[in-house]
């Protein structure tokens, strides 16, 4: 009997011992599967929030071959940033499949599709005003796949790798509407965007500047993009003087350049 009892306790004991370990098993592979699926996502906030940055460097691009500034450096870039726009659009479409979003991928494609013809016409400034529309388009469509993805993935995570990447994008389109009230578009929204562009680049920066997230290389990297911010967004505001348009040009792709790197250095201490 005693010899039964012993059995019996050893044979629950022995049960609860496999159930925990495959409870554990089970919760090791739910994290792990998760894991995964949350680097995916945050290597696809990257992706679209990058072609918030293309929608506006594509269009500064176009107005800048127009006014014949740096000819040869702008056309490479449009034609590498088109490239770029297509390619990383294909990689969205692929891995995402959450129907909502792919609905906006369409529209996204729909817009970029126009925007490729319209830059190949001659330049008109009905032409150049469809161009800053339709740039605008794909930024609202590209930063509303951002936001869905975001939701998918930790906000700490997510947030900072967002912040960095929409640096990239402000400095393309502090330049885009720079170069377009050069170009004869001379209304309001012209004004008013490229100053709040403005704005946002400044606040995100000192956000940046004070996370907690920085290593010794993020932090010397963004104190190098704000010692050339504090110097070069004084030459922005001056929107209705004009007159530096290729300064502007070299000093946002230099910040937009430096805002790329900073934004792989988050993915990589996120992963």
């Known amino acids: 009997m005693t010899m039964l009892l012993i059995y019996k306790i050893s044979r629950r004991e022995s049960m609860q011992k496999l159930i925990k370990a495959i409870t554990i098993f089970i919760i090791l592979t739910a994290t792990n599967l998760f894991a995964k699926e949350e680097d995916k996502n945050i290597k696809l906030i990257d992706i679209a929030g990058k072609q918030r940055m293309l929608s506006q460097r594509i269009a500064k691009d176009y107005l800048y071959l127009h006014k014949n500034i740096a000819t040869r450096k702008t056309e490479k870039e449009l034609q590498v940033s088109i490239k770029e726009f297509f390619k990383s659009h294909k990689i969205l479409v692929n891995a995402i499949k959450n129907e909502e979003i792919k609905n906006l991928l369409d529209f996204v494609e729909l817009s970029s599709n126009d925007f490729n013809q319209t830059i190949h016409k001659s330049f008109s400034l009905d032409n150049a005003q469809l161009i800053l529309d339709l740039s605008e388009s794909m930024l609202e469509g590209s930063q509303y796949i ?25 400095a393309q389109r502090i330049a885009k509407y720079y170069i377009a ?91």
């Not at 869905?148 to 994008?169: F, L, N, P, V, W």
């Not at 001056?238 to 230099?254: M, Q, R, S």
């Open 146 to 170: 951002v936001n869905s993805i975001k939701h998918t993935c930790r906000k700490e995570r997510s947030k900072i790798i967002d912040i960095a990447g929409k640096q990239r994008m402000l």
């Open 181 to 271: 009230y050069q170009t004869g578009i001379r209304d309001e929204n012209t004004v008013r965007s490229m100053k709040q562009s403005i704005i946002d680049f400044n606040n995100n920066l000192n956000i940046l500047l004070r996370s907690k997230e920085n290593t010794p290389a993020i932090q010397k990297k963004i104190d190098g993009v704000n010692t050339l911010w504090k110097i070069v967004h004084k030459f922005y505001k001056d929107i209705e003087k004009g007159g530096l348009p290729l300064i502007v040009f070299n000093t946002t792709d230099k910040i937009t350049k430096k805002m790329n790197e900073i934004t792989q250095l988050y993915l990589m201490i996120q992963k």
